[in-house]
């Protein structure tokens, strides 16, 4: 699949089929408008493209949320669904300022070439978000394309949206969460130097570099460890590290019974189970006993799943 970084670096296509949107977390809804998407690019012989945003229209407003996935982990989800072009856009001053007819016409027209436009049932764009399906309909008929509207998709009478598995994963519930999804929730990323605090209270960690300002899970958790096609099991932190005086968000995996050096390499961090919220304790002695009880907690957590 092919990365495009910005409008200004798109050739135009003699044609293809499109989709927009964040896509955080491509989850069953944005599945299946996506794989409408490639089927309907390939019985028309033309190349399926999505379109993105690196910083997003929420991001830019002031209103930013946590991101379900990374850039890295959307753009390989994206790839594995078979999409052949990806156009990353950056959401600006000068973007938020298109009426939705010039983004039609001078964007999806013009500059992309769109042949055929599919969308979920709750798109906006344009200034104000004053475009919606009512509007592609129309210039469609003028500008020789088609546009489709997908509808969302329910599960046990709840929409499946990225806000509804945000809540579910601060919440602790990663079942109801892999339900939505249609996987089980994971961060990956490669594994950092750290400052080494781990060792010195007997739990040396593997630092993952996550590069969230916000993150939809927050706290201990039980988690499998996937690296080298094998599958760990080990507890994990994600926050600021309060009884280090840390000050940046953080994801640091004690892998249990493990004593390889990793550094460098990609691992993949899989949530089965909150065990608390992180809490600053009075002595780092104290937060050695609470470390060995969430490594207890979690142990037991999977010998019963194993059991």
């Known amino acids: 699949m092919e990365l495009i970084r910005g409008l200004h670096n798109l050739k135009r296509l003699s044609g293809c089929a499109l989709t927009i949107g964040n896509f955080d977390g491509v989850h069953l ?40 996935s990374s850039f890295r982990d959307k753009h390989l989800f994206l790839k594995s669904l078979g999409v052949d072009k990806h156009l990353l856009i950056k959401f600006n001053r000068s973007f938020s300022e298109i009426s939705a007819t010039d983004f039609i016409n001078k964007i999806l027209v013009e500059k992309i070439g769109v042949r055929h436009c599919l969308i979920g049932d709750d798109f906006r764009f344009g200034k104000g978000r004053k475009g919606n399906f009512s509007m ?11 546009v489709e509207k997908i509808d969302s998709v329910s599960i046990n009478g709840h929409r499946v949206s990225s806000s509804e598995i945000r809540s579910l994963l601060t919440n602790g519930d990663f079942s109801a969460a892999e339900d939505f999804l249609g996987r089980p929730f994971a961060i990956s ?28 899970v927050l706290g201990v958790y039980s988690v ?19 009884t280090a005086g840390g000050t940046k968000t953080l994801l640091e995996v004690f892998i249990f019974d493990f004593d390889e050096e990793i550094y460098g390499d990609h691992v993949t961090i899989v949530f089965k189970q909150k065990c608390r919220d992180e ?12 470390i060995q009880k969430d ?3 979690s142990r037991l957590f999977f010998e019963i799943k194993t059991g």
């Open 224 to 242: 499998l460890i996937e690296h080298m096609s094998k599958t760990y099991n080990g507890v994990c932190n994600v926050g600021k590290r309060p």
């Open 29 to 68: 809804g944005h599945q299946e408008i996506l794989k409408n998407l490639v089927f309907t690019a390939k019985k028309q012989s033309l190349p399926s493209l999505v379109i993105s945003f690196s910083t997003t229209p929420e991001t830019f407003f002031g209103r930013p949320k946590a991101r379900i």
């Open 189 to 216: 990323g490669k594994v950092a130097n750290g400052n080494k605090m781990g060792r010195t209270i007997g739990f040396p960690t593997a630092n993952i570099g996550i590069k969230r300002k916000l993150s939809p």
């Open 295 to 297: 490594v207890e907690k």
């Open 279 to 290: 809490k600053k304790f009075s002595s780092f002695d104290e937060l050695k006993k609470q």
């Open 136 to 146: 592609l309909q129309k210039a469609s008929l003028e500008k020789n394309f088609t």
